[in-house]
């Protein structure tokens, strides 16, 4: 099969020429229109695809499975959705793929009912914790403390705090370094479980860390 | 019992800071990966971009001829560029307790690829890719992008 021909496109140069305003024929460079390229690609970790919505000045084109792909030239509308192949997108865009960093390693961390003291199983995890920051260049901590619906917002998100608090403290006796380790709250903005206001969910009172 | 544990939680916030941040203040995130020439362009000065260098809003990121970089930001999100490329961060704006969100990274030029953080779930439509011709909404995914300037 041929060469796809979007890319083709996206490499083209319009040569203008054209006359200067007193009278002598002179020829402009090529004029090189701005082109955009855009690949939707499965999630390295997991696989899964997500979407993506191109838009111009002319309208929109959707990406939505492996590797769809469209073009834009100049101040045209988006070109036709098509995929790419495998070895066209690391001809095309291996140099950056190679170079993103790993992504981050989470944990979530439950306390018992009604207490500020960990699960067992939580607690376990803390050297965990400890050691996958070893895998990291530069490594960021962050403790996210997060809250059921029960109580104010405003409240849950000190109760969040307090908690992410009490982890950052579990986490520099076990050895990690208080300047990398952010403790922060969402409170009750981020459920896992989805529920009403004013809803007891064991599952939503945690506190997730991100080291990345 | 819940009561009373909420009635001592909110008598502690006079004395826990809203983030115990031992960041940099005010960071977006941090190169992680430096490889070739790169530069941070910061209020109209470039400097050389080092591995473990913070990264803030309005920042610009330039690479060489044999350059590329790295950016793993406070939500999560992870930004690579190849070489010969440009990219500024016109906008990060991470508030998960009040619902906000918000990352616009412009591509002047060059390769860039694009891995979704909080930010993309916690305000889906506040994550925008703009090139000089066009501008791209994600909905939790993994990007790539190749710009050529006008």
């Known amino acids: 099969m041929s060469r796809d021909p979007r890319l083709v496109v996206l490499l083209v140069t319009t040569a203008c020429a054209g006359l200067c305003a007193c009278g002598h024929p002179r020829v402009q460079p090529p004029q090189r229109q701005a082109g955009t390229l855009v690949v939707l690609l499965p999630d390295a970790d997991d696989g899964t695809v997500g979407r993506a919505f191109v838009s111009t000045t002319s309208g929109m084109a959707e990406l939505a499975s492996a590797r769809a792909s469209t073009s834009v030239v100049g101040n045209g509308a988006a070109g036709t959705v098509a995929p790419l192949s495998e070895a066209e997108v690391q001809t095309?865009?291996?140099?950056?793929?190679?170079?993103?960093?790993?992504?981050?390693?989470?944990?979530?961390?439950?306390?018992?009912?009604?207490?500020?003291?960990?699960?067992?199983?939580?607690?376990?995890?803390?050297?965990?914790?400890?050691?996958?920051?070893?895998?990291?260049?530069?490594?960021?901590?962050?403790?996210?403390?997060?809250?059921?619906?029960?109580?104010?917002?405003?409240?849950?998100?000190?109760?969040?705090?307090?908690?992410?608090?009490?982890?950052?403290?579990?986490?520099?006796?076990?050895?990690?370094?208080?300047?990398?380790?952010?403790?922060?709250?969402?409170?009750?903005?981020?459920?896992?479980?989805?529920?009403?206001?004013?809803?007891?969910?064991?599952?939503?009172r945690r506190v997730e860390i991100s080291v990345r | 019992m819940l009561l009373s544990l909420r009635w001592i939680a909110g008598a502690l916030i006079v004395i826990i800071p809203v983030v115990a941040s031992a960041a940099e203040p005010g960071a977006a995130g941090r190169i992680k990966v430096v490889s070739g020439s790169v530069v941070v362009v910061r209020a109209a000065v470039a400097t050389p971009a080092t591995a473990g260098q913070a990264v803030f809003e309005a920042d610009t990121l330039r690479t060489g001829a044999n350059g590329r970089v790295g950016i793993t930001f406070n939500d999560d999100t992870r930004v690579s560029l190849g070489p010969d490329s440009e990219a500024r961060l016109d906008q990060f704006i991470y508030m998960p307790a009040e619902k906000r969100g918000g990352l616009v990274l412009r591509i002047v030029r060059g390769l860039i690829a694009y891995v979704s953080g909080r930010i993309a779930k916690l305000s889906p439509d506040g994550v925008k890719l703009e090139t000089p011709n066009a501008i791209v909404g994600v909905r939790g995914t993994t990007l790539a992008l190749r710009v050529d300037a006008k």
């Open chain 1, 92 to 204: 095309l865009f291996g140099s950056a793929l190679t170079t993103m960093p790993r992504h981050a390693h989470q944990f979530t961390l439950y306390f018992q009912f009604e207490s500020d003291e960990l699960t067992a199983e939580s607690r376990a995890l803390v050297p965990q914790v400890v050691q996958a920051v070893k895998d990291y260049p530069f490594p960021d901590v962050e403790v996210i403390g997060h809250t059921d619906t029960t109580g104010s917002a405003a409240s849950n998100v000190e109760l969040g705090m307090r908690r992410a608090t009490l982890v950052r403290r579990l986490l520099l006796d076990a050895g990690l370094d208080g300047s990398i380790v952010d403790a922060t709250s969402h409170g009750e903005a981020d459920l896992l479980v989805a529920t009403s206001d004013e809803t007891m969910e064991p599952r939503n």
